[in-house]
């Protein structure tokens, strides 16, 4: 398999763990952002391009790490250019347009992996492993949680432009949640957001109710700068238990203030065993081989039309319908 040859299009807080990922995958990688780019790529010894029409000769495939209200726009350009996409979550502001980009791909020939790298965290993976086996029987209840340091560029509380918590944060266990105890139904949600002496903050708290009948509790913070980045999945079927909590070995604890550098906004990366190399891989082994990744673009627009009714949900106070439409082809592949 030929090292692959990518456009790293931003330089904004998540761009460091893809850039990271890609080096330990030996890419050859050139970076345009229109922020940032030069001082990335003189991180990671990357090139720089200057334009879009710069950058398509020089790559097969982009990743694209820019702010949410661009992802469209920036992948549709990247599929006109024959180039095959990655990017992150989510796939698009809306489920519309995340379906105008997956089809403009499939009439490309181009392939398409939005970026849900919890997919590819161990916990995560093992848990449906177990699930698809019937080691916990039925799933009957599922509870996710998810919490960090709020971010600190103004564009992820402009909802209108980034979905807010929901659709940056809360989607990945959106997705878990549909990945682990099938498709969504129903969907009832609250959140809430305010500024404060200690900077902004915001939460949700939401119900999805599964076709098979099961019910998931999805709850995200963002909260004060000093909050370590965590989170939690509990899957109760009726023949077991499956649980996980990164801060099970400091559980009762109370967090401060603290100064505004301790808390985090991501995981800590570690690129030798990041799961952000491993879904890279993942995807430039599915472009090199013509298999299914753990994850499709069809996937990318489930999740946001999932996050979408929770928005809708938490905006009127009332239940939101949802078509319990299958996420394949992803759903029968299992993680490698």
């Not at 350009?77 to 796939?91: F, M, S």
């Not at 916990?123 to 340091?149: L, P």
């Amino acid at each position: 398999m030929s090292a692959p040859r990518v456009g790293l299009i931003g330089a904004g807080g998540i761009s460091g763990v893809h850039a990271a990922g890609w080096q330990a995958l030996g890419a050859d990688v050139v970076v345009h952002s229109e922020h940032g780019g030069q001082a990335l790529a003189d991180r990671f010894g990357f090139r720089t391009a200057d334009t879009l029409a710069d950058l398509w000769p020089q790559v097969d495939l982009v990743d694209i790490v820019t702010p949410t209200s661009t992802h469209a726009e920036l992948a549709l350009a990247a599929i006109g250019a024959g180039k095959h996409v990655v990017c992150e979550k989510p796939l698009a502001r809306t489920s519309a347009e995340a379906t105008a980009v997956v089809e403009a791909a499939e009439a490309a020939g181009v392939r398409l992996f939005p970026a849900h790298v919890v997919r590819y965290f161990p916990e995560y993976a093992a848990a449906r492993a177990a699930i698809r086996a019937g080691r916990i029987g039925t799933v009957a209840v599922a509870r996710f949680r998810r919490m960090s340091a709020a971010p600190k560029a103004d564009w992820f509380f402009d909802e209108a432009r980034s979905g807010g918590i929901v659709l940056d944060q809360m989607i990945h266990d959106l997705d878990q949640a549909e990945w682990l105890a099938g498709p969504v139904s129903r969907v009832f949600a609250r959140s809430t957001a305010r500024a404060g002496d200690g900077g902004r903050v915001a939460s949700a708290a939401v119900t999805l109710t599964h076709g098979s009948g099961a019910i998931s509790h999805v709850y995200g913070v963002w909260g004060h700068p000093g909050l370590p980045f965590t989170s939690s999945f509990e899957i109760a079927g009726d023949g077991g238990l499956l649980r996980y909590d990164m801060a099970r070995a400091d559980s009762a604890r109370v967090h401060l203030g603290g100064p505004a550098n301790a808390g985090g906004y991501l995981p800590a990366p570690n690129p030798s065993m990041s799961p952000y190399t491993a879904e890279l891989a993942d995807f430039w082994a599915a472009i090199s081989t013509g298999a299914e990744a753990s994850v499709s673009g069809v996937d990318g627009v489930r999740a946001v039309a999932i996050a979408e009714a929770v928005l809708a949900s938490a905006a009127s106070g009332e239940v939101v319908e949802l078509p319990t439409e299958p996420t394949e082809p992803s759903t029968e592949g299992s993680l490698r």
